[in-house]
């Protein structure tokens, strides 16, 4: 089973940035396609971004379209998140999630990602 591993979390001014990274083991990268989520104390996860194992499709939410990149490197299996911008309402837990249905566009609902990581907290201070 594939294995996920967070990190890149901390505690960041408005306005700052972070790259948060997720190393993935036991697996092929590029046998996924690769989500990051989030998840705030009482609410639910909620989707931030997705890349194709082709890398050619990649999708973001609304909220964080513009400001955050969602990046792979197939050699060193490993998924990144570049938050720039970041606002206090990005303050969350951050999750990276691999789906291996592997569709041309990835998807968006957190039920299709098969295998997560424990997450890192991204804390932004206003």
């Known amino acids: 089973q594939v294995q996920l591993v967070e990190s890149g979390g901390g505690l960041v001014q408005a306005g700052g940035s972070l790259r948060l990274s997720c190393v993935v083991s036991?697996?092929?990268?590029?046998?996924?396609?690769m989500g990051w989520f989030r998840q705030a104390p009482g609410k639910e996860r909620e989707f931030v971004a997705a890349?194709?194992?082709?890398?050619?499709?990649?999708v973001y939410a609304d909220s964080v379209k513009d400001r955050f990149t969602i990046f792979r490197d197939n050699a060193k299996n490993t998924v990144y998140l570049q938050m720039n911008s970041l606002k206090p309402e990005d303050t969350a837990r951050y999750y990276c999630?691999?789906?291996?249905?592997?569709?041309?566009?990835?998807?968006?609902?957190?039920?299709?990602?098969?295998?997560w990581g424990q997450g890192t907290q991204v804390t932004v201070s206003s």
């Open positions: 999630a691999a789906d291996s249905r592997v569709t041309a566009v990835p998807v968006r609902a957190v039920q299709e990602y098969d295998d």
């Open positions: 036991r697996r092929t990268l590029t046998d996924y396609n």
């Open positions: 890349i194709s194992w082709s890398e050619r499709n990649i």
